[in-house]
C-alpha cells in the first residue's frame, strides 16, 4: 500500500523557518520524481519544488533562493526545508511521487498515476 506522510507544518511569524518531511513507503522511492505542491483556500494547487532521481531540482520563482527540496533514497524520505517565510507561504502543503521523468508542475494534478499525501499545514503570520 502506498503512503506518503507529510510532518512538519505548523504556524510561524514571517521571516521563520519551518522544515517540512515526507516519509514514504509502499513503492520504489529511488525510481519516482518526488515534488512539494501547496494549496492556499480558494486557489488551485501549485507545484513548489520537484526532485528528480538524479538528484535534480526545479523550484517556483517565488520560492527560489528560500526553499530547499531534498531528498534521502535511503530513508525513503523527502523533505522541505523553509526559510525566510512570508505571509503568502501559507497553505497546505503536499508530498507527491510520480513514477518516471518529471512532469511540468501543471501537469501532476491531472495524472492520474500521481500519489499524494495528505497534507500538512503551513501558516505565516505577519
Known amino acids: 500500500q502506498v503512503q506518503l506522510v507529510e510532518s512538519g507544518g505548523g504556524s510561524v511569524q514571517a521571516g521563520g523557518s519551518l522544515r517540512l518531511s515526507c516519509a514514504a513507503s509502499?513503492?520504489?522511492?529511488?525510481?519516482?520524481?518526488m515534488a512539494w505542491f501547496r494549496q492556499a483556500p480558494g486557489k488551485e494547487r501549485e507545484g513548489v519544488a520537484r526532485a528528480d532521481i538524479a538528484g535534480g531540482t526545479v523550484y517556483v520563482e517565488s520560492v527560489k533562493g528560500r526553499f530547499t527540496i531534498s531528498r534521502d533514497n535511503a530513508k525513503n524520505a523527502l523533505y522541505l526545508q523553509m526559510n525566510n517565510l512570508k505571509p503568502e507561504d501559507t497553505a497546505v502543503y503536499y508530498c507527491a511521487a510520480y513514477n518516471g521523468v518529471c512532469p511540468r508542475f501543471s501537469d501532476w494534478v491531472r495524472l492520474s498515476a500521481v500519489y499524494w499525501g495528505q497534507g500538512t499545514q503551513v501558516t505565516v503570520s505577519s
Open positions: 509502499g513503492f520504489s522511492y529511488s525510481r519516482y520524481c
